[in-house]
T-cell receptor
């Protein structure tokens, strides 16, 4: 299996622009998670999907952030408009269920200028 | 809410030294416990996990961890570290009503040759 796939690996954009991060989970996994990693706050859960349905989005920082999972093999995290404080590494992870081992993708390093 | 504390933010050791990284969590109910490692420039990889059974669990690359329920602890150990163990180590907990993993702030381990 190729593992969790994320794209792009690096994204540099200007403040105010829309950013879309993409994730392909491991085939057969029913749970998908988006995390954000910053120096100040460490790793934080943004949103959790189960069977393509968003279950817990309490970690999404504000309305500028949105996430979708149109099918079992694809999810997006969108930031619109982006701000410099959104600069971070965004990880996608998947697992068979909510409590099982999560496998992480390589992350997307986002820089907002 | 669940919280995870890692006591050492930066650790510097010489090769062949013994390692112990502390981890404590706050939730007193049933939890699943994990240690992840992040090598420089790479994504999070699972070192080991505890779900139930023998509280002493062995992981990859000679690492082990001991779950002590009475102390809410899950400390990571390795009897003899190598230069290649230089990385960031994260303790994580699943449970306490949280949908995703709750991570500690991480420990940056540097092994000097």
């Amino acid at each position: 299996d190729a593992g969790v796939i994320q794209s792009p690996r690096h994204e540099v954009t200007e403040m105010g622009q829309e950013v879309t991060l993409r994730c392909k989970p491991i085939s057969g996994h029913n749970s998908l998670f988006w995390y954000r990693q910053t120096m100040m706050r460490g790793l934080e859960l943004l949103i959790y999907f189960n069977n393509n349905v968003p279950i817990d989005d309490s970690g999404m920082p504000e309305d500028r952030f949105s996430a979708k999972m149109p099918n079992a093999s694809f999810s997006t995290l969108k930031i619109q408009p982006s701000e410099p404080r959104d600069s971070a590494v965004y990880f996608c992870a998947s697992s068979y269920d909510r409590t099982d081992t999560q496998y992480f993708g390589p992350g997307t390093r986002l820089t907002v200028l | 809410a669940q919280s995870v504390s890692q006591h050492n933010h930066h650790v510097i050791l010489s090769e062949a030294a013994s390692l112990e990284l502390g981890c404590n969590y706050s939730y007193g109910g049933t939890v699943n416990l994990f240690w992840y490692v992040q090598y420089p420039g790479q994504h999070l990889q699972l070192l080991l996990k505890y779900f139930s059974g023998d509280p002493l669990v062995k992981g990859i690359k000679g690492f082990e961890a001991e779950f002590i329920k009475s102390k809410f602890s899950f400390n990571l150990r390795k009897p003899s570290v190598q230069w290649s163990d230089t990385a960031e180590y994260f303790c994580a907990v699943n449970g306490g009503g949280a949908d995703g993993l709750t991570f500690g702030k991480g420990t940056h381990l540097i092994i000097q040759p």
